[in-house]
């Protein structure tokens, strides 16, 4: 009965025949054509975002309600949100302020990031990896930006102990002072040149320099040669002449006795045919032969003069420009101590005494000046006595120094019971600081 019922339901009404057979075709094509699921439904394959207010968001997962204006501006507003701390967690500041709480969408699991070739990759400790989850990035990065501790092991204090023990703690390296900084205004001092010179003064210093010549001398020796170099250095203080005069003349003289045998009548008058030459060649107003004459007592004649003075000059190929001890003693000064008037007296009187000496006459210019500062300094008790800038300008160190300034000290101590006092008399007035009356150093 039931049945009959149902069927009867079921079957069509004779009135709607051409109705019930027109659904029933709609109905076979719509599931022949889509069996088992919705009518254009989402397969996967679109992104699950919305435009709200002319953004486009990106929904998050599980969300299925409708998207109203209020829904979507609350969405934006989170999206706004989770962007700017992303972008200041990108930027890594010193002290980065951690994000506020914000519901955790779903989200699937975070991928290890690669580091960059230029990032370098920290090695945690055992300490690290124990730290509070709460700690969060900003923990992590306070400690990479935080300095490394310095740990003084057993090894290095043991170290630094015995160095200080046996006093080779490494002191400092002196800086080598430009002595030519308060000269840039001056023309006459070439600043920009100096060097160059002094480089070429060092070269051209040992061309044509006096030979030991003494065993060749058969009437000559190093006494008659320390009364010439006397007289010498009298009359020059007599004359007034210039301190480049004075080196000069002594140059000429070894230079010619190196050259030609002279007898022993004729050694003052080669020391007053160079002192003309010397003079006619560094000074202004140079004397006249007859006040050479007269300072002589009319031993020579104006002839005598002339002929030795030509004499020289062909011996010597009338080279004359050659760099003396005064040239380097002008600058060596300077690198001790520029405005040290006393330590300059100083120096001055050791290179007149080093004049005397036979044994500095074939050395080299800039050693004779070298060794006179050095012995200068040591006199007066400079500390240190050679200093990195005289290293630099003179090019020598203390151990190539000691053998002539150990002459010019020992020359020193003899100089006021010595016969020959031209020097000492010189340099113990008050003109030069009574640089002789100072107590000799000890060697």
Request: charged share 25%; aromatic share 6%; hydrophobic share 40%.
């Amino acid at each position: 009965m039931a049945t009959r019922n149902h069927r009867a339901a079921a079957a069509p009404q004779p009135g709607n025949r051409g109705a019930a057979v027109l659904a029933g075709k709609q109905k076979a094509a719509a599931v022949a054509g889509r069996p088992d699921r919705r009518a254009l439904g989402d397969i996967g394959n679109l992104a699950n975002t919305h435009i709200i207010d002319g953004k486009k968001i990106q929904l998050p997962e599980g969300i299925n309600r409708p998207i109203t204006r209020s829904f979507g501006a609350q969405l934006l507003k989170k999206a706004q949100a989770n962007a700017a701390v992303l972008t200041k967690n990108a930027v890594a500041p010193a002290h980065p302020v951690p994000a506020r709480a914000a519901p955790k969408p779903t989200r699937k699991a975070p991928t290890k990031p690669v580091p960059r070739p230029e990032q370098a990759i920290k090695i945690t400790t055992g300490s690290e990896e124990n730290r509070k989850p709460s700690e969060g990035a900003a923990g992590s990065s306070s400690a990479h930006n935080s300095r490394k501790k310095v740990v003084s092991t057993l090894t290095t204090v043991l170290t630094a102990r015995s160095k200080f023990a046996s006093g080779l703690t490494e002191k400092p390296k002196e800086i080598i002072e430009d002595i030519d900084r308060l000269d840039g205004d001056n023309q006459l001092a070439v600043v920009d040149y100096v060097e160059d010179i002094y480089t070429f003064y060092k070269t051209a210093q040992h061309e044509s320099r006096p030979t030991d010549y003494m065993g060749s001398q058969p009437e000559v020796n190093t006494k008659m040669r320390a009364i010439l170099t006397d007289w010498i250095i009298e009359v020059h203080s007599r004359f007034e002449l210039m301190p480049e005069t004075l080196y000069l003349i002594m140059y000429i003289v070894d230079r010619y006795l190196s050259l030609q045998p002279v007898p022993r009548r004729e050694l003052q008058l080669v020391g007053i045919a160079a002192m003309l030459i010397a003079c006619k060649y560094e000074e202004i107003w140079a004397p006249e032969v007859s006040e050479f004459l007269h300072i002589c007592e009319n031993t020579y004649t104006r002839q005598h003069i002339l002929d030795m003075e030509k004499a020289i000059l062909n011996k010597m190929e009338w080279n004359l420009t050659v760099p003396t001890p005064y040239v380097f003693l002008v600058r060596f000064v300077k690198a001790a101590g520029s405005g040290d008037k006393k330590l300059e007296n100083m120096v001055f009187f050791f290179a007149e005494l080093a004049l005397m000496e036979y044994r500095m006459a074939t050395i080299c210019p800039s050693m004779v000046a070298a060794s006179a500062v050095y012995a200068a300094c040591l006199t007066l008790k400079k500390n240190p006595l050679w200093t990195e800038t005289l290293k630099h300008h003179t090019g020598l160190d203390e151990p190539q120094l000691m053998e002539y300034v150990k002459i010019l000290v020992g020359s020193h101590a003899a100089a006021p019971d010595g016969k020959l006092k031209a020097i000492y008399k010189k340099y113990a007035a008050e003109q030069f600081g009574c640089a002789a009356l100072h107590p000799p150093a000890a060697v």
